[in-house]
């Protein structure tokens, strides 16, 4: 999945991010006001590691901090405008990219791509702890 997404990334000419920061990236997109924290645990990381990455996401502009307006002494994370656009841009490419694999494929294959697919997301889902 993540050479399908840097296909997507190359073909639209953006900046390659490390699979560190696209994976702290997307979590906060999914999440957004999420803390240090919050994200170290979802992605099983050490705090100090994610604290480092959001670093260079915010000084890429793809990452803002927060106060928690609830707690001074929290940070929240939250995604860019920038990252947002990029994000949709890339799952733009990357559908479009799949779709023309996907029509390469004999029907039966296909058919079981697609439902792999759909397991593969319900999987995605599971909170491992």
Known sequence: MLRLRRLGERRL????LPTSELEVLAHVIDH???????VAR??????????????HLVAKGFMARLPDPRDGRRTLLR???KAQEDRR???GAWTAVLGQFLDELPSD??????AATTALARLAEIDLG
């Not at 957004?32 to 919050?38: C, F, K, N, Q």
Request: proline share 5%; net charge negative.
């Open 109 to 114: 294959d296909r058919r079981a791509a697609l």
């Open 13 to 16: 000419g953006l900046e390659l």
């Open 89 to 91: 841009r890339i799952d």
């Open 32 to 38: 957004p006001d999420a803390s240090v924290t919050s």
């Open 79 to 81: 995604p860019t405008a």
């Open 42 to 55: 979802a992605l099983g990381l050490q705090s100090s590691n994610v604290s480092t990455t959001v670093q």
